[in-house]
């Protein structure tokens, strides 16, 4: 049986955006290569504490305010690690490279330093996804109130979109597609179309009904994919197959779903706790709710019509 190494991992952000990567001094293995700050788990501690530990060690600051995000396990040529990521938006002190290391801050869409350890690409990526995800609504007031409404909100953010129409003919969605990529390409933001809705190679990406992830036997090549998932084996698919998010839930009572099982926040912690991707709560949230969303271990939150509201 492979021994497993427990490590604590931070992804240090300030208020622009970029984050901190430290280089791996000589005498350490891969020296010379970036990778997020921290370090291995003491037998017996608790992962939070440890990183509390390693980051006032190596870079001398007091984690105030970390939540945890992702998992991931890597297998070196030297060993095989668990990642336990980490965002840390709150510290006092200035970090400071304490341990023989170098220290730089990057800008998530565009790092340029490297070489950079080979675990770091998919942390990468999942962190560059926004978060908030909207999801579509647009057959509920129309596709011109609904256009307007999106348009409106990429003067200020730049969300993950998900088109979900279901119900709606193929000609429909197209155009509601068509017209969503014409605003959100420019700004950068990606559109994914619900499988229930049809394939359309011009988006950017496909968004996995829960039945549909099942079913999959391998995820769509070069595009972004993610899925819906209600329980721990859907998420073990989603993680196998590669996906780049899960969207979670419900967290909530949603009109959408009346009379459905929730999951409550901590039916979410429990079902996200150590997985491998950036995973979304769903289900009767608001923007109030990012938070304490983050708090229970998720990337952002998947939002219908609360995604216009303040």
């Known amino acids: 049986m492979t021994k497993i190494t427990e490590v604590a991992a931070a992804v240090i952000e300030r208020p622009d955006g970029t984050f901190l ?25 608790d992962p939070r504490a440890a990183l509390d530990r390693e ?23 030297h060993a095989t690690v668990r990642l336990h990521f980490f965002r840390v938006t709150a510290w006092d002190g200035e970090p400071q490279p304490l341990e023989d290391q170098a220290i730089a801050w990057q800008d998530v869409l565009a790092p340029d330093v490297s070489p950079m350890l080979p675990a770091n690409a998919p942390v990468l990526a999942a962190l560059a996804l926004p978060a908030v995800m909207v999801v579509s609504g647009a057959s509920d007031g129309g596709f011109d109130a609904w256009i307007m ?23 429909r969605v197209q155009h509601l597609l068509s017209r969503t990529l014409a605003r ?25 009904t829960a039945k549909a992830l099942m079913a999959a036997a391998a995820r769509p090549a070069g595009r972004v994919a993610g899925a819906s998932c209600h329980d721990a084996r859907e998420i ?42 950036p995973a979304y709560a769903i289900g009767g949230l608001t923007r109030g709710d990012l938070a ?8 952002g939150v998947a939002l219908r019509s609360a995604a216009f509201e303040a």
Not at 164 to 171: A, D, N, S, T
Not at 248 to 267: F, I, Q, R, Y
Request: proline residues 9%; charged residues 25%.
């Open 21 to 45: 990567l430290a280089c791996r001094p000589e005498g350490k293995p891969y020296p010379g290569y970036w990778e997020f700050p921290g370090g291995k788990i003491e037998p017996g501690e």
């Open 55 to 77: 980051l006032e060690e190596e870079l001398g600051i007091r984690v105030r305010e970390a939540t945890p995000w992702i998992t991931r396990v890597y297998a070196y040529t």
């Open 292 to 299: 304490e969303a983050r708090r229970r271990g998720a990337h």
């Open 236 to 277: 073990a698919h989603a993680a196998q197959l590669g996906l780049d998010y899960v969207v979670v839930g419900p967290v909530k009572d949603t009109p959408s779903h009346p009379g459905a099982a929730t999951l409550g926040w901590e039916g979410f912690a429990a079902l996200v706790r150590e997985c491998p991707l």
């Open 184 to 208: 959100a390409t420019p700004f950068g933001s990606l559109v994914v179309v619900n499988s229930d809705c049809g394939e359309f190679p011009q988006a950017d990406g496909v968004h996995f």
């Open 149 to 171: 409404r999106f348009a409106g909100l990429l003067a200020t953010e730049r969300p993950l979109v998900q088109i979900r129409e279901k119900g709606l003919e193929r000609l």
